[in-house]
């Protein structure tokens, strides 16, 4: 079965710096991989997702990720956080040829942003 | 706003009590999953419908929750007997396709509260 583990429960930044929160998973095959976020008390929104081809993707918001198989990572950066990036941010896998293709999410890691 | 709307937003009700909460989907998503968020943790995996069939339950789908799709169209979600540890955020998200590339969209999210 697959997991994700996030190792940051809380990460606080101030308005401008660089951002990177980390991913790990666990997956026998290679893993369909998505960031979503979270803002207080609604749904989640998709930033990005990756599924084959160029390790680097680019998502949303100036959202970018790294997927790297030798260290089954997925971490998620930014290179200048804005106020409004303040949420919760989810890391989850999809696996192939599941069925259903469930998404197995981690815990998250909230964001905090100092003006 | 995803397209994906779940009503009611916000749910309030006595242990013991019957609950029922709505999904109404992207029209064109023959796919649709229901999670539970529990409060500090990411969504954990419910159930999936493909059109109206139920296909995949989790080990978290007790016997007093049950889920419907007629039609293939919104979908339903009621817990029997409700107990506190269903208090819970239950999201909705839909998709298309039958893969796993295509994204999943999630909905705003019930909340539900056991008092």
């Known amino acids: 079965a697959q997991s994700v583990t996030q190792p940051d429960i809380h990460i606080t930044v101030s308005e401008g710096a660089s951002l990177e929160l980390r991913c790990n998973y666990s997956?026998?095959?290679?893993?369909?991989l998505f960031w979503y976020v979270q803002s207080p008390g609604q749904g989640l929104q998709l930033l990005l997702k990756y599924f084959s081809g160029d390790t680097l993707v680019q998502g949303i918001k100036g959202f970018e990720a790294e997927f790297k198989r030798s260290q089954s990572s997925f971490n998620l950066r930014k290179p200048s956080v804005h106020w409004s990036d303040a949420a919760e941010y989810f890391c989850a896998v999809g696996a192939q040829g599941a069925g259903s293709y469930q998404l197995t999410f981690g815990k998250g890691t909230k964001l905090s942003v100092i003006p | 706003d995803t397209g994906v709307s779940q009503n009611p937003r916000h749910k309030i009700t006595k242990r013991g009590q019957n609950v029922t909460f709505r999904c109404d989907p992207i029209s064109e998503h023959n796919r649709l999953y229901w999670y539970r968020q529990t409060l500090g943790q990411g969504p954990e995996f419910l159930t999936y419908?493909?059109?109206?069939?139920?296909?995949?339950k989790s080990r978290l789908l007790s016997d007093r929750f049950s889920a419907e799709r007629p039609k293939g169209s919104f979908s339903t979600l009621e817990i029997q007997r409700t107990e506190q540890g269903d208090s819970a955020m239950y999201l909705c998200a839909t998709k298309t396709g039958t893969g796993g590339l295509e994204t999943q969209y999630f909905g705003p999210g019930t909340r539900l509260l056991v008092l």
């Open positions: 419908f493909q059109n109206e069939a139920q296909l995949e």
């Open positions: 997956y026998g095959a290679t893993p369909y």
